[in-house]
């Protein structure tokens, strides 16, 4: 079991907006502004979209934001495309060893 | 721009040792930011950390407590690279196997290898 709890599905159609969850507790999610999000189409390696709660790396759409309250982070993503069908994976730092969510199946209907 | 090339066997048998190589290209594994980790996917476990290595001033490692008994990650600066070494596998460690930096040690990870899908059968 992952350390990180994310639903395993979530479904949207084109243009409409998601929000992926993350729960996790005081020692991780909770405790630290270190949550970050990956994407990952099937067959590839995980790719960085969002770090530190908030921030997005270059070249990533402003369609993706990140917040967080208390334990559970989320991951929106708004004008949903196509192309943003994939597994998303939250991850957070702790004070022993970075821990990951179960991950979450973006459909796009 | 950042490049992590994987290496290494895809097949291994049981109680034998698993050995990977990634190399860098575009940074350093001796930089003074920089965390070199090895984290492996599979679907009973899913996106499951393993260990890291990262230089200030010294050669630090740290690793999962899952495999800590059996994980090497060390770091070869002549070629640039670090490797990872995970002995006595058993069908349990079959897994795509992940190198992945994390610019500080923030527990987020900008760039990954390839991947190598890894499988633990006799």
């Known amino acids: 079991q992952s350390a990180l709890t994310q639903p395993p599905s979530v479904s949207g159609s084109p243009g409409q907006s998601v929000t992926i969850s993350c729960t996790g507790t005081?020692?991780?999610?909770?405790?630290?502004?270190?949550v970050s999000w990956y994407q990952q189409p099937p067959g590839t390696a995980p790719k960085l979209i969002i770090y530190?709660?908030?921030n997005r790396p270059s070249g990533v759409p402003d369609r993706f934001s990140g917040s967080k309250s208390g334990n559970t982070a989320s991951l929106t993503i708004s004008g949903l495309q196509a192309e943003d069908e994939a597994d998303y994976y939250c991850?957070?730092?702790?004070?022993?060893?970075?821990?990951f969510g179960g991950g979450t199946k973006l459909t796009v209907l | 721009h950042v490049q992590l090339q994987q290496s290494g066997p895809g097949l291994v048998k049981p109680s034998q040792t698993l050995s990977l190589t990634c190399a860098i290209s575009?940074?350093?594994?001796?930089?003074?930011?920089?965390?070199w980790n090895w984290i492996r996917q599979s679907p009973s476990r899913g996106l499951e950390w393993l260990g890291r290595t990262y230089y200030r001033s010294q050669w630090y490692h740290d690793y999962a407590v899952s495999v800590k008994s059996r994980i090497a990650i060390n770091p070869d600066t002549s070629k640039n690279q670090f490797s990872l070494q995970l002995k006595y596998v058993s069908p349990e460690d079959t897994a795509v196997y992940f190198c992945?930096?994390?610019?500080?040690?923030?527990?987020?990870?900008?760039?990954w290898g390839q991947g190598t899908l890894v499988t633990v059968s006799s």
């Open positions: 991850s957070s730092y702790t004070s022993s060893s970075p821990v």
């Open positions: 992945a930096r994390d610019l500080i040690g923030a527990a987020h990870f900008d760039y």
């Open positions: 575009g940074d350093s594994v001796s930089s003074n930011s920089g965390v």
């Open positions: 005081s020692s991780d999610v909770g405790g630290y502004n270190r």
């Open positions: 530190e709660v908030n």
